[in-house]
Structure formats: C-alpha cells, structure tokens
C-alpha cells in the first residue's frame, strides 16, 4: 500500500477499512471527538440543500427589489434569508432571460455553492460533465432532456477561483397566481445548476 | 499543476450518467471521510489544499478512484505529511477490518456549536476590493505557462483572448498570502474550440497571474 511517490491505489472494498482506521486512531489519540463529524454530516444531510436554493429563487420571482439586490449582491441577498456558509463566502447569481441561458460547471473539480444546493451530486464531479459541459453544452443539456429554442444563448461558466454561482432560472409561464410558497417546489436542482431551463 | 483533473474540453468520457434521487452520500464512509477532512482542518491536523494532493494522484489512479476515494486519499496523504498519523498504522489499523470507527466518550460542544455557524449562516462576501491592472472592457489573453503546482487556470485557455466583464474582488492566489486581483473574463466558444464549436460564450474566473 506504499510507494516512493506517496500514492497508493486503493481498492474499493480497501477505502472504508482506510477511513475508518484513520477515525479509530484520531478519536483513540484524543485528536478528534466523534460529534462534531457527526454534526457536520448531519447539517449536509439535513440542513443544506437545493431547497435552501429554491427559496431564493422563489423570493426572486415574486420580489422585483428583491431580485435586484440578489443580482448585484448575491451574497448579501442570499444571506437575507438566513442561508450562507462555507462555498458560499462569495456567491454570484446568474439570471437566465427568454433569450440567454446559463449552465455551471467546475472543470478542475467540484465548485459548487454549498449553502443553496448544498453537495454537488456526483454527475456535477464525473469526468463526462467536466469535460463536456464546457466544449459542447448543448448536447449535455439535450442528455438533461433540455433542448433550448433557437435565438437562446448559452453561457458556461467555469467556477475555477473563490466565486460560486447559481442560476436564477426563469419563471414558468402559467405561475402568475402561485404564492410564494407555491413556487418554491417548482425549481429543482438542476434548474440552479443550469442543466435544467 | 496541469493533471488529468484539468478536464475541460476532453474527448471521450461518453454521456453525463445523472441518478435520479441521488442520496446525499452514498456509504456511510463516504460522509464520514467528508466530516473528517473538515474537523481535521478545523483542529489543525492537515494544512495545505487538498486539491493539491488529489492533482498530485498518478492519473490512472485519479480516473479509477470515485470522488469520495479521492479525498480519501487526500486526507490520508495530509495527515501522513503533518505526522499526526503514520502509514504503517493505518495500514495495521485498516487490516483489522474493522467497518464502524471507535466513538469517543469525549464530547466538544462548543464546536459542535460552531459547525452551523460555519456551514449555515450568513457570510460576510469573502474577498478585498481588487486593485489591479485590468478593467472590464479590457481584452486580455491567458498567458502561456505550465505551472507544476496548484493552480486554477484550466490549459483550454491557454493562449486565447477574451474580455474582462466584471472585477468580483481579491483573493490570495494559489500558495499566495496576499489577494491578487480576480477577473471575470468572457471568452467566444468559436476562439477556444475553433470554427465548428457550438455558438456562445464561457465565463470563468481568472487571478491576474494568468493574464496578459
């Protein structure tokens, strides 16, 4: 399980024996204690996630200043409803238009801003959307059932540095007599992600 | 460095496979090497970027390892390398082949009490007004480099010109201390892929470093 360079394939099956000698050994030496893993996995599980996202979305829909503030601070907007965090110390929301469309990927690993849709799902980090997504977007949309109307541009961006962005889709037609609430479960992950329209 | 985690662009890789109603994590140990590198840091047993040590993989390791084995072997690496724990006993310890970790009777309410504030509430927007050579408007061109350490300017850029749209702010570049400015720059699909690329534009985040 060694060599020179310090790497060292490990199998599948090898991988939990290896994550849960390293925990063993760091609760047993006085290192770490077991809760505070404990709460961070349950935040993820409980606390983040692409609801926190839709929320925004939702307020944005029906709040004209609302919307403003998120695209000129999203941040600041985003906090407003009590969500920010970690992966979320600078957010930038993208505002999809009849006519321009974005999509978010991170091509070098897994940018993905946590506090909105909490852990990218694992497409977002496979090899075929990091390469693809940036080259030839259309067609991974069309593999995400979204084929865009002609006249509709695409922008990709590419979260490489400090910034995590979400897309503000555009609002359904037909919705004019949803609530707020009623909005909320209208928008889906892969709508903030850009894989959906 | 310019590994095989640079990915953008590439042939081959087939369709993008989505799972529907994807779990949050799927093994146990998946979520616990997660909350583990993240207690690690925030006790002060690993430094450094993890990304570092995942780019630093032989490239048939990266591409069979799965995301999760990934950092698997970025926390282990990172532990081994601050000496808080040795390679020998872990392999000891993992041919036990023991699946549930030892809890320890010993609590820490107090971070437990600061996971929420790190993880779930309002921020601060991170990064220093920037000050530095570019405008929005200015055309600029990735420069040509090959940097062997972490960095984050993808090799598709290389060498091509796009055009500041925004100055988001300033932050330490890659093994930096001190912000450097950051640019949004706007590149032409046709100006990174050639005449054939589907029509539009890509957006992407770039410290002044990589731009001329």
């Known amino acids: 399980m060694s060599s020179e360079h310090g790497h060292h394939p490990v199998e599948p099956s090898a991988v939990e024996h290896r994550v849960t000698a390293i925990e063993s050994l760091l609760v047993e030496k006085g290192l770490i204690t077991s809760d505070v893993v404990d709460a961070v996995i349950e935040t993820f599980e409980r606390d983040l996630g692409p609801l926190n996202g839709a929320k925004v979305v939702a307020r944005a829909w029906v ?9 000129v601070d999203g941040t600041a907007a985003i906090g407003e409803l009590g969500f920010g965090g970690a992966e979320g110390e600078h957010l930038t929301v993208l505002e999809n238009t009849p006519t321009l469309h974005n999509l978010v990927v991170c091509t070098l690993c897994s940018c993905y801003p946590w506090p909105v849709l909490g852990l990218p ?55 004019e007599g949803l609530s707020e609430d009623e909005l909320v479960p209208l928008v889906t992950r892969d709508h903030m992600i850009g894989t959906a329209r | 460095m310019d590994g095989i985690h640079d990915m953008g662009g590439m042939h081959g890789f087939g369709p993008v496979e989505a799972e529907p109603d994807e779990p949050v994590f799927h093994e146990p140990w998946e979520s616990r090497v997660l909350g583990l590198s993240l207690v690690a840091a925030a006790n002060g047993l690993i430094r450094g970027s993890g990304r570092s040590r995942i780019e630093a993989m032989r490239p048939v390791d990266y591409l069979a390892a799965s995301y999760y084995e990934r950092w698997a072997h970025s926390l ?76 984050r300017c993808p090799r598709y850029l290389r060498g091509v010109t796009g055009t500041v749209t925004a100055v988001p702010g300033a932050w330490p570049a890659a093994g930096e201390q001190e912000p450097e400015a950051v640019y949004t720059v706007r590149f032409a699909n046709a100006d990174l892929w050639g005449d054939d690329a589907e029509p539009g534009t890509l957006y992407i985040d770039l410290w002044e470093r990589y731009l001329e």
Request: charged residues 25%; aromatic residues 6%.
């Open chain 1, 63 to 71: 709040d004209d200043a609302y919307r403003a503030r998120l695209l």
């Open chain 1, 121 to 175: 799902p694992r497409w977002y980090k496979d090899a075929a959307y990091r390469a693809r997504a940036v080259r030839e977007p259309r067609a991974v949309l069309a593999e995400f059932g979204t084929t865009l109307p002609d006249g509709v541009e695409v922008a990709v961006w590419d979260s490489s540095a400090e910034i995590r962005y979400m897309v503000l889709p555009v609002r359904p037609d037909g919705t």
């Open chain 2, 76 to 151: 282990e690496t990172r532990l081994i390398e601050s000496g808080t724990l040795s390679r020998d006993e872990i392999d000891t310890r993992a041919a036990s082949g023991e699946t549930t970790p030892t809890r320890s009777a010993a609590t820490s309410p107090d971070m437990v009490a600061l996971v929420p504030r790190f993880l779930n509430s309002p921020q601060a927007t991170s990064g220093t007004p920037a000050a530095g050579r570019f405008v929005p408007g200015d055309s600029v061109t990735v420069r040509r480099m090959a940097p062997a350490s972490h960095h």
